[in-house]
């Protein structure tokens, strides 16, 4: 589940849970307690060299909650290059701007619903 992940990894992923954003705040308020048809998801958590701030093992789906400052170009290649390296592990990577959270929680659902039953499509019958 934690991919490799060190032990290092593993307290910054709990540090940045103390000091999360208004955005993931808003976010973890609607996935808490499997509020999103039943799936777990988990916050800042850590995966192999990175820490993302939402993941639902389930699904293998990590959600990226992205600032102003991932509109950078430099920002916008580290992203991609991580992106990639997350994707490699077999995860499905989506990401929202804070403001779709924030200003948009009905159709934020709205969008992770699809991409869950997107999913769950490709998901193994039980």
Request: hydrophobic share 40%; charged share 30%.
């Amino acid at each position: 589940m934690y991919q490799n992940a060190s032990k290092h990894l593993m307290n910054r992923a709990t540090a940045l849970r103390e000091r999360e954003t208004k955005a993931e705040q808003a976010f973890w308020e609607l996935v808490i307690e499997n509020q999103i048809k039943g799936y777990k998801f988990r916050r800042q958590h850590a995966l192999s060299f990175y820490v993302v701030d939402f993941y639902c093992h389930k699904l293998q789906l990590v959600i990226e909650l992205d600032g102003n400052i991932h509109d950078l170009e430099e920002v916008i290649e580290r992203d991609a290059s991580r992106q990639k390296a997350i994707e490699s592990l077999g995860l499905r990577v989506y990401r929202f701007s804070n403001s779709e959270v924030l200003d948009q929680p009905s159709q934020l659902i709205q969008n992770l619903l699809r991409i869950i039953e997107e999913i769950e499509l490709t998901l193994p019958s039980k």
